[in-house]
């Protein structure tokens, strides 16, 4: 179990590093970059009480799940200039 959790931290932390490092306009880039660092938040929030036993933030799993999921979009809309 330790080597699963070791190694989905390892993808999480590779892909925040790519969203930051990525080649694009500075709004796009840290609009993406906040998205995958909530995505990573709503996560450890998951592995706290799953793993950690601590459940005192689990009510902030959902909605930071799909603020990040919103502001990955809006991120990608910036990207392609639709708004």
Do not use: E, H
Not at 18 to 43: E, H, M, P, Q, Y
Request: glycine share 10%.
């Amino acid at each position: 179990m330790f080597s699963a959790v070791l190694a989905y931290l390892v993808v999480s932390c590779i892909s925040l590093a790519a969203a930051i490092g990525i080649r694009l306009k500075a709004s796009t880039r840290w609009g993406f970059a906040f998205g995958i660092f909530l995505l990573v938040f709503s996560d450890t929030i998951i592995a706290l009480g799953g793993f950690a036993g601590y459940g005192g933030l689990d009510y902030l799993v959902l909605p930071t799940y799909f603020a990040s999921q919103i502001v990955i979009t809006f991120a990608l809309i910036n990207k392609k200039n639709i708004l």
